[in-house]
């Protein structure tokens, strides 16, 4: 059993990882269930399974790194990219150092930390979350003093912020979780699946004339729902014989909590992971909304909606906001 769990963290973090940087949420909500499963399912963390747990930990934190509502920790005050950094620090223990790719990945999450809490107006919090990340070290002091000028300025959008922004950090996490999988292409998990495919085919035909007259999100939904189908049977003839009826069952839910409850996660845009039940509009998105009316009129949620940079927003969140900003002013 542990062997097999072995090779299912592994290839969990494996698919986790290609969602990340292919950026397929969807996919990437339902693979982070599974490997919180299989996590959340180990008695105790063997030396040689900690660098994937903490890459899966990392990459779920800095996925909802700008939800300043999601918390992972038992301290409310702790930011989802706070969580990150404690991960992205045991990560850094586990593995010769990569020297560059290293410290930018770090210097990128302490600055985001900063940025992101000054993107939602709350500065008060940004001046504690600087006291929390930087020692008294030398070595940290210039991005320390830095940091405290651009908070005492109250403006989120100053070059220093710009140059080391949330994009930057998530092309650079990407960098580093290639190298991951490059590393990791010999799991077992993932070589049988390969033969299983290639000598059994698995109605490849049949997939491919139901290809034909489907229009992207058909295709997408048709190749996660193959890649699970594939899973279970692998698990049933590659591991089917080596594990317990029980053990047996507790991967096929695994592998299936994801593809069965697909509508309820894409509906509620992952809120199981979080609790999140309302979402503060930041000082961003009201710059945003307030360009959108300038230019298309009061009225015209929609084009407003289309044309601006608004974090899981709706037609109806645009108007009930236009209305409390008319109040306030």
Not at 243 to 260: A, E, M, Q, R, V
């Amino acid at each position: 059993e542990a062997v097999a769990a072995d090779w299912m963290l592994e290839f969990a973090c494996y698919c986790l990882c290609r969602h990340f940087g292919e950026g397929r949420e969807a996919e990437f909500r339902r693979w982070r269930d599974v490997a919180l499963a299989v996590i959340n399912g180990l008695s105790k963390l063997p030396t040689h399974q900690k660098k994937t747990v903490y890459l899966c930990q990392l990459l779920i934190r800095i996925a909802k790194g700008k939800n300043l509502e999601c918390h992972f920790e038992n301290d409310q005050r702790i930011s989802p990219l706070e969580s990150a950094l404690s991960f992205w620090t045991l990560l850094e223990r586990e593995e010769i150092k990569l020297e560059k790719l290293h410290e930018d990945i770090r210097r990128l999450i302490q600055i985001q930390i900063v940025a992101v809490y000054m993107e939602n107006g709350y500065f008060k919090e940004a001046a504690e979350v600087l006291e929390r990340l930087f020692t008294d070290s030398e070595s940290d002091k210039p991005l320390r003093v830095k940091l405290t000028t651009v908070i005492k300025s109250k403006d989120p959008y100053v070059p220093l912020l710009q140059s080391f922004s949330y994009n930057l950090l998530i092309s650079k996490i990407k960098a580093y979780i290639e190298l991951f999988m490059k590393e990791n292409e010999t799991n077992f998990l993932i070589q049988a699946a390969t033969k299983q495919v290639e000598s059994k085919g698995l109605g490849a035909t049949t997939l491919q004339k139901n290809l034909v007259d489907v229009n992207e999100n058909g295709k997408r939904n048709l190749e996660t729902k193959r890649r699970f189908v594939l899973s279970i049977i692998l698990l049933r003839d590659v591991l089917g014989q080596k594990l317990t009826t029980s053990t047996f069952y507790i991967f096929k839910f695994c592998l299936f909590c994801g593809l069965n409850n697909v509508q309820n996660v894409e509906k509620h845009g992952g809120a199981l992971a979080c609790g999140r039940r309302r979402q503060r509009w930041t000082y961003k998105e009201d710059l945003e909304l307030k360009s959108g009316i300038r230019e298309f009129g009061v009225g015209n949620w929609a084009k407003i909606l289309v044309h601006g940079d608004f974090n899981n927003r709706t037609s109806v969140m645009l108007k009930d906001r236009w209305r409390t900003l008319c109040r306030i002013e």
